[in-house]
DNA sequence: GGCTCCCGGGG
DNA sequence: GTGTACGGGAGCC
């Protein structure tokens, strides 16, 4: 007979024969739980008698393939629906999770079996759905103590129940970052050394070196060399015992960097719960995994989830993007083993505190995100660290998994890669654009869908098993056009799901707008409106993305072609009301206020509205004094998603303008920016002329900042791989000769200096050019001019006249 | 144009 | 191991 006690779960695997849970009590007791009554199966579908198919797959066995005999547990009937039809199922029970394979390989060849159905779910997943348990949220259990050790309890569960769905934000985190020395290439455990390690977490600050230097702030421990430096990190890590370890592109570079250099001196680095060793995984996606705890590698999250204004996911662009702060300082991998083959105290004291910052990093960077990845692990039911790896896509489909349950709804299986190859060949119609003509436009209101696609999903009962029903045929279902409808009598699996998704997140923002952020719940709060905002935002991409079990392309096709319907509904009744239709895109419409007054837009609003089926609803989003729709490359058209808008307190909005991007100097994006915002801000384009002329009259007598003129580009490939010689590829060449470790991914700067010829003939470095060097010439016409003269043209402005008026062109304009 | 190959993060 | 990422950009023909 056990004992009761409650928990919570931190981590769960297999091993060869059972489920192996491994938490903490109230009292932060870590225990090991044992479940031995949980056993894999699969369905089969039969294409016959359910129950003489039943009997014949109860008595099977076969021999696997190093002659063990492997058979069938048990098997019962069971009804499930598939799609939308009850179904009898024969439920394979085996006795591992290593038998699936096998047997429903060979189990499919018996006569009577039409498919093998869910074996392809894995175990502990498939346990914590079957369970309803939720890592992180306290559970209750009954079990037998097998064996008591100094630092964990191992007991064999008899009974598992979730009792508060609410996921512990208590946790014990601390972050880790390792500095190595490099050769030319690539840092290589095999022969690059590591030299500080450092870790950050609530009361702990600790860099472990092997270089002993002077005046070492208290944080610094030295110990004699890298063996011992391996031996006190583990130590510490033991020490501390965090939930969860966390680092920035830990997965694939700091983990097995530790693993690789443990191995070459023969220490153990076997800090998992259990003893056991850190496993890197290099099947699919590379992780690696400490048992019991949490590895976080922090970057998958940031550029799988997070819509970050960054170009590419280092740490230092990534931390300033979310935290406002970066990297210590910029630090290139030779200076690293400059700074330890010289060895000056200052230059180690300053490495040292860079290793530490950069753990530091990785700690705030959880502390912001862990919120939310906490969100969804509640929402999808799957441990911290599988959804801090997890994508858009993969998210949906554990929600959908989790959800099934309830339905006893039967798990598609994944595609097959020619599945998924067939399904790529599928393309269909997105979003309608309304393009603008392009010019300068005053007084604009912004309307948009809230939640265009999850609303149409949720209104019009878009799920794969409602498409075309019987039981709609004759009096009519939601109509999606292309002969496809929906089912209006029962809703489906997925809109169901949407619906009550899209009325958790109203009732969420209900409450914030009547929370100050100072409330401790505020942060909170917003954590799962975004965790269920990102959700339902995935559901559509979802149906329509080729790996998907969920698959529908019907589906993804009528939610687009919805959407296309509404905002045309939407642009069409604005005329009649009206307003002048500027712009649309997918699920918003700019016009032109003119006379129309906040009540008139109220009066709109509740017109569109009062024709919408529910959950859909136009919002009003904004007004703008000034709105700027520039011309495409090719001139004539307005280009889709380019414009400036003037917000109503002065503020720039900038979209896929290209100076905000790509490789201008800084004086280029400047220049077009602030002719942006004059023209915008006066409603025409003399004062952006007199600020160009100036900008211009600067460039011609060199008073100029010299890193404005830089032009920076990152090299996609060797020097010597690229066929022509752009001036970056020059400049990359210029940097190689001065003894730069040039490969891919580095990133040059250079300006164009005097001279005639090729430009690429006249590139320099911007670290050696002086403000005599560049070519004014060059700078006006290919940097400034390029980047503003489509934003005097649509003026009619003479853009000669910018550049010193010898023109006779443009009477009255000055 | 397609099709294939390679890369990301890290030092 | 209830298996074998993924999406985009560049190079190649």
Aim: with cysteine.
């Amino acid at each position: 007979m056990g004992f009761d006690f409650q928990f919570y779960l931190l981590d769960i695997d297999s091993d060869t024969d059972n489920i192996r849970i491994f938490g903490f009590t109230k009292e932060r007791r870590r225990v090991i739980l044992i479940d031995k009554n949980f056993h894999p199966y699969f369905y089969i579908l039969p294409n016959s008698d359910a129950i003489v198919l039943a009997e014949n797959i109860k008595s099977f066995s076969t021999i696997d393939d190093k002659g063990n005999n492997v058979a069938v547990k048990d098997v019962q009937i069971v009804n499930k629906k598939i799609r939308d039809d009850i179904t009898k199922l024969v439920k394979v029970i085996v006795s591992k999770p290593g038998d699936v394979q096998l047997l429903r390989r060979e189990i499919a060849k018996l006569p009577g079996v039409n498919s093998c159905e869910e074996y392809d779910i894995r175990f502990y997943r498939r346990y914590l759905v079957d369970k309803g348990i939720v890592p992180l949220s306290l559970c209750k259990a009954r079990g037998e103590l097998i064996k008591q050790e100094a630092d964990v309890d191992i007991i064999e569960l008899e009974y598992l129940e979730l009792i508060d769905s609410e996921p512990i934000s208590d946790l014990k985190i601390i972050a880790f970052d390792i500095e190595t020395l490099c050769a030319k290439t690539t840092p290589n455990p095999k022969q690059d050394t590591i030299i500080l390690a450092s870790v950050y977490g609530k009361d702990l600050r600790k860099v472990l070196t092997w270089k002993r230097f002077g005046n070492a702030p208290n944080y610094v421990q030295f110990v004699d060399g890298e063996l011992e430096l391996l031996e006190e990190l583990k130590k510490t890590i033991l020490q501390q015992k965090p939930d969860v370890i966390v680092g920035y592109g830990s997965d694939n570079f700091d983990l097995p960097f530790l693993v690789e250099r443990a191995k070459k001196y023969g220490v153990s680095l076997n800090i998992g719960f259990d003893g056991s060793e850190i496993d890197i995984n290099h099947r699919g996606i590379t992780s690696a995994k400490i048992k019991g705890l949490q590895h976080l590698d922090i970057s998958h999250f940031a550029r799988n989830i997070l819509d970050l204004n960054v170009d590419r996911f280092k740490l230092d662009s990534v931390a300033q993007e979310i935290l406002g702060k970066g990297k210590l300082f910029k630090l290139n991998p030779e200076k690293i083993n400059e700074i330890w083959e010289v060895a000056l105290n200052e230059e180690l004291q300053s490495l040292a505190e860079y290793n530490l910052v950069d753990s530091q990093l990785a700690y705030e960077l959880c502390l912001k995100l862990l919120p939310t990845q906490l969100q969804l692990v509640k929402l999808i039911g799957l441990p911290l660290a599988d959804i801090n790896r997890m994508s858009y896509g993969q998210l949906v489909e554990w929600f959908l998994i989790r959800n099934s349950k309830t339905s006893n709804l039967m798990i598609p299986k994944k595609p097959s890669s020619s599945e998924i190859y067939a399904r790529q060949l599928n393309t269909y119609f997105g979003g309608f654009v309304l393009e603008p003509i392009p010019g300068f436009y005053q007084n604009v209101a912004v309307f948009d869908f809230r939640s265009l696609y999850p609303s149409i999903i949720a209104s019009h009962n878009v799920s794969p098993e409602k498409i075309n029903c019987e039981c709609c045929k004759l009096h009519g279902g939601m109509d999606a056009g292309n002969e496809v409808f929906f089912c209006s009598k029962k809703q489906g699996f997925i809109p169901g799901l949407v619906q009550d998704v899209i009325d958790r997140r109203n009732r969420i923002s209900a409450i914030l707008e009547q929370t100050s952020p100072e409330d401790p719940a505020f942060q909170e709060l917003k954590a799962r409106r975004y965790a269920l905002k990102t959700i339902a935002n995935s559901t559509y991409g979802y149906l329509g993305f080729p790996g998907s079990r969920w698959y529908s392309l019907e589906s993804a096709k009528a939610i687009t072609a919805l959407g296309r319907k509404y905002i045309q509904l939407v642009i069409k009744e604005a005329e009649l009301f009206g307003f002048k239709s500027l712009y649309g895109d997918t699920d918003s419409l700019f016009v032109l206020v003119g006379d129309k007054k906040p009540e008139d837009i109220k009066q709109f609003l509740g017109i569109i509205n009062s024709v919408l089926p529910k959950p859909m609803e136009l919002e009003y989003r904004d007004f703008y004094p000034a709105a700027l729709f520039i011309e495409t490359k090719s001139g004539g058209r307005g280009a889709k998603k380019r414009y400036a808008l003037l917000t109503k307190n002065g503020g720039l909005i900038l979209k896929g303008v290209e100076a905000i991007r790509g490789d201008w100097s800084a004086l280029a994006k400047k220049a077009q920016k602030t002719a942006i915002e004059l023209i915008l801000k006066e409603g025409g384009p003399q004062g952006a002329a007199l600020f160009i002329k100036e900008l211009i009259e600067k460039v011609k007598i060199r008073k100029v900042a010299l890193e404005d003129l830089s032009i920076s580009v990152r090299l996609t490939k060797a020097t010597s791989a690229y066929a022509a010689k752009s001036p970056h590829v020059a400049a990359a060449e210029l940097a190689e000769k001065k003894g730069y470790s040039v490969k891919a991914g580095f990133a040059v700067s250079y300006i164009i200096t005097n001279g005639t010829g090729k430009i690429s003939e006249r590139v320099k470095l911007s670290e050696d050019a002086t403000i005599e060097d560049y070519d004014i010439e060059y700078y006006v016409e290919h940097q400034i001019m390029r980047a503003v003269y489509k934003l005097f043209e649509m003026f009619n402005y003479p853009t000669e006249k910018l550049k010193g008026g010898q023109t006779t062109l443009g009477e009255g304009w000055n």
